[in-house]
């Protein structure tokens, strides 16, 4: 696909290269140096490039590109300009500098379009690493604003979750599957003051601040599993005592011997019956 270049200016040698000797790399609209036609030209033709192609220009032709150049910036069109040094030099004087790329005289037709192809790409490459960049901190900011939500879900929970019964015993359960959190909780949630985790680094956040009376600890978890929190917890003397059951859907003899061997205060199997728990929880709290 061909780049777009909008020419304009007095050099007709420079101009005539571009429709004659590069047209299979641009494609190329000429334009006079007045405002209106130039804005016109690249509103239609949308070009890529503006390529000033000066050949002793005046001063006031020169003043023109001074408005030409700020709304061409607006608009994301780089401005060239090609010419003598002296031509170069009088236009940087005019106008502080404001081109983007400035190319001297003498130079080949070749040489102008490779140093124009070469700008181009520099130019798609930065915008694309803008793009990049922009990209990277959206998402940063999409998943710190959801993390921060997540959290503030959780502490507005376990708030509520305190504030509904103090005098009851308090239960806190940790499992990442939440249908099961919410099953649990549905069965506990008359007899004992119950917050929930979804998984074990939140229980032992949860830990350095709140009491709880017993945990409901799942066994297989992604992360930090039931016995890495379970360890961790007997190796804090702020909870070393607090008694732990394990939840696992685990049938195998071998796997609830394992399960044992970490020395929780007991187990049950998934699917868990409400009756089965309930007594188990008041066994273990008696």
Do not use: W
């Not at 000066?54 to 300009?81: C, H, L, Q, W, Y």
């Not at 103090?166 to 003051?193: A, C, F, G, Q, T």
């Amino acid at each position: 696909m061909k780049n777009k270049v909008l020419l304009t200016g007095a050099n007709n040698t420079i101009i005539d290269e571009f429709f004659l000797q590069m047209d299979e790399v641009f494609e190329v609209q000429f334009s006079s140096t007045r405002y209106e036609d130039l804005l016109c030209h690249a509103n239609y033709f949308k070009p890529d490039l503006f390529v000033y192609c000066m050949d002793a220009e005046s001063r006031e032709t020169i003043s023109r590109m001074i408005p030409i150049k700020n709304k061409f910036s607006r608009m994301g069109i780089p401005f060239v300009i090609i010419g003598t040094k002296e031509d170069c030099s009088d236009f940087f004087k005019m106008t502080a500098g404001i081109e983007d790329l400035a190319l001297e005289k003498p130079i080949t037709a070749k040489k102008i379009q490779e140093k124009l192809t070469n700008y181009l790409h520099s130019l798609g490459r930065a915008k694309e690493e803008a793009k990049l960049k922009q990209r990277v901190e959206e998402e940063k900011k999409r998943l710190a604003e959801e993390e921060k939500a997540q959290k503030d879900n959780e502490i507005m929970q376990i708030l509520v979750d305190l504030e509904e019964a103090n005098h009851k015993k308090h239960v806190l359960v940790v499992d990442d599957d939440v249908r099961m959190l919410k099953v649990i909780k549905e069965h506990l949630h008359l007899e004992y003051d119950v917050a929930t985790a979804i998984n074990g680094k939140l229980a032992l956040k949860f830990l350095e601040n709140k009491t709880t009376d017993l945990i409901l600890l799942d066994y297989v978890m992604p992360g930090e599993d039931g016995p890495t929190v379970l360890s961790k917890i007997h190796e804090n003397p702020a909870t070393k005592d607090i008694p732990v059951i394990f939840l696992t859907g685990m049938m195998e003899k071998g796997k609830i011997q394992e399960a044992l061997s970490e020395r929780p205060q007991g187990y049950l199997l998934k699917p868990i019956e409400r009756e089965k728990l309930l007594s188990t929880i008041e066994s273990v709290l008696k």
